[in-house]
């Protein structure tokens, strides 16, 4: 009976309100603190590119920073590598919706479309080429829906890497253009190329390849349809490297967009700065994280382009590049 007693006065309404302060101060409760702190938001990111490509993932992460986000403190992401495939793209994006995530975020054109297809709930921010002229929205100021993101570089910008080719390659008849056979935005590109190559004399000799595997075939055929130099497209930066150093074993220049075509061998990359591009992809990832709609942002596009010629390729190659290319350079690559 005593016993009882000394039992009930420990934990009586009063004891009791002293042992859960105890508890708490003591760090006992955990699960119950862990429930009143704000969820971490997580991004779902969908690389068309392979796991290799990891400059993508320094990419995000430094711009993501650039808006106060860091990964593990107040960010969390989730890498998914499509590896050229619109189908993984999509399962991806499938997951990622499962998982509840707070956002996707869909790299390269054909990534994007296949995004779109499946997702039917949670905001998407691109990174494409054209979102414009392959469809992923019909109105670049107010995209409507659930995406909205930056476009890297449009049609027009095709005819000017062909421009700069030739003066880096001043007798240039006959150029090859390496294209993707399942990216919407290679037509476009291949007939604004035409148009202008039309206009200078230049013929242009289309290839199209799914990925990588092709490049070996694509080289065969370029050599032997006699092209002289190589636009590559850019959804095949991550893996340029495979197709440049070959063309140059066969003694053919090539142009890309990126600044790692030309750190990959390329004599010349003209294009958008990308970094900047992240940069902006992370202020609206910023925006909606706290709230804006997607549909109502509107897609942005590029004002910032990046000029860098590799000399080490051009002196392989033989070329002696005009002073009045090599002043516009952003970077020389000796």
């Known amino acids: 009976m005593g016993e009882n007693n000394q039992s009930g006065a420990r934990f009586g309404p009063l004891g009791r309100r002293h042992a859960l302060a105890a508890a708490l101060a003591a760090g006992v409760t955990t699960p119950i603190s862990a429930h009143a702190q704000p969820r971490q938001p997580r991004i779902g990111v ?17 711009a993501m920073a650039s808006v106060g986000y860091r990964e593990g403190i107040n960010i969390a992401f989730e890498w998914r590598w499509a590896a050229g495939s619109r189908a993984r793209a999509a399962e991806a994006a499938i997951e990622f919706e499962s998982m509840a995530v707070s956002l996707i975020y869909a790299r390269t054109t054909p990534a994007a479309h296949a ?22 929205v019909t109105n670049l100021a107010r995209p409507g829906g659930l995406m909205t993101g930056v476009m890297s570089s449009g049609p027009e910008l095709a005819p000017k890497r062909l421009e700069i080719l030739r003066e880096a390659v001043p007798k ?14 290679a037509e ?10 039309s206009h200078m004399g230049i013929s242009v000799v289309p290839v199209r390849v799914r990925g990588p595997d092709g490049f070996a075939a694509a080289l065969d055929q370029m050599t032997a349809e006699r092209v002289e130099a190589v636009i590559v497209q850019t959804l095949f930066v991550a893996s340029s ?33 990308h ?60």
């Open 188 to 197: 476009t590109f291949i007939r604004e190329t035409s148009t202008t190559a």
């Open 46 to 62: 969908v690389n068309w590119e392979g796991p290799d490509a990891t400059f993508r993932m320094d990419e995000l992460r430094k």
């Open 275 to 334: 970094a900047s591009l992240t940069e902006r992809v992370a202020t609206q990832i910023d925006r909606i994280l706290k709230g804006a709609n997607p549909g109502d942002i509107p897609v942005e596009t590029p004002t910032k382009f990046w000029l860098v010629i590799n000399q080490k390729t051009a002196r392989t190659l033989g070329l002696t590049l005009p002073p009045s290319l090599l002043i516009r350079a952003d970077e020389v690559i000796e």
């Open 115 to 136: 995004v779109k297809e499946v997702v039917k709930r949670t905001p998407v921010v691109f990174h494409v080429a054209d979102a414009l002229a392959t469809g992923i």
């Open 172 to 185: 240039l008849t006959r150029v090859g253009f390496l294209a993707s056979s399942i990216d919407p935005n």
């Open 241 to 273: 490297r495979q197709f440049i150093e070959p063309a140059l074993g066969r003694r053919l220049p090539s142009i890309g967009e990126q600044p790692l075509f030309a750190e990959n061998g390329a004599l010349v990359a003209f294009g958008a700065d």
